[in-house]
């Protein structure tokens, strides 16, 4: 018979659940309204539906996740990472493509996205890879570091192309190389090399970008340059989201989703429907329940009992933390458009279950902190 330890159930962090699940209702919501038929005229898509199948889904997914000791998961880094890699291999010769892009892979019964997968394999490979580093990293370690866990995905994830989670990848290893510690010289020379080959290789990169790409840049920089062509999701974003007030319009009051004026309105642009029919103080409150859920998991890679519980919970609150800021700043037209959806609300059944493993993991690093009981 299988015992449960109560200082599991004591310890198990209900905030950061809760507030999670909260945030995942407010997006059905949303995407619900989002997605109705103008003037109640019509079908309504089933993607309220299909999420709130994969939030049961992945509510399943993070009871799995919380039921074994973390430590566990160190030893089969390697085989995780492997794994993750081919299938971002495989995607590019075998995936399915839409809008431009060969992202998922298809299953015949449901599709899903391995780019979304290998953020969880990334984080806890690159966390078991980095525990026993000496610190500050050597030469040796933060070449290998950011070659196996930077380089590589990022090449293969932007010949997707998935230019957004490509550089989200990058990011995280320099964070999590910075965290492990950088020799001084080792970061100087690091900064000086970027700086460098930004000059000579933007043209090749400018270059590689598709069109839709270019057009996305492009319009950040000025969206007035063609209001009615590239510059249009951005223009309608900040239209939208200024429409709402200070109180909103009210919830199935808004009109830019339902009359399809905003482009992608139930995944990547879903935050300014919120904005829209809950204004200025509905977005204070959604803004303090991703701020609290930040806070906690922070906390969890601090009281962690080990190194690679402290960088598994700081890799999985550095990603939630870039999503959330990148996708609010392209909303606002202060970033550019570069396909990052909005944690637990924006519609994605994949990145839904994948953002719900990794808060399992967080929670099992809280949950497993005393070093006393948990050898």
Known sequence: ???ID???ISSFDWVTLGVVLFICIIGILTIYSATRPPLDEGEQPPFYVKQLIW???????????ITFDYIKLKDFWLIFYITGILLLIIVLFTGKTAMGAKRWINLGFFSFQPSEIFKIIFIISISAFLEDKQSPLSIKDTLKTLLIFGIIPFLLIVKQPD????????TITFIMIIYKGLRTRLMILILAILIISVFFLWEILWEGLKEYQKNRLIAFIDP???PKGIGYNIMQSVITVGSGGLFGKGFLEGTQGPLKFLPERHTDFIFPIFAEEWGFIGCLILLSLYFTFFIRCFQTSIIAKNNFGKL?????TSIFILYFFINIGMTLG???VVGIPLPFMSYGGTTLLANFIGIALVINVRMRRFELFYP
């Not at 598994?312 to 999985?316: K, P, R, T, V």
């Open 163 to 170: 230019l957004g989670t490509a550089i989200l990848i990058l």
């Open 1 to 3: 018979m299988l015992k």
């Open 224 to 226: 007035n340059i063609d």
């Open 55 to 65: 939030l049961i889904i992945a509510i399943i997914a993070l009871c799995v996740f």
């Open 312 to 316: 598994l919970a700081l890799g999985f």
């Open 6 to 8: 109560r200082r599991l």
């Open 334 to 336: 202060i970033m550019p």
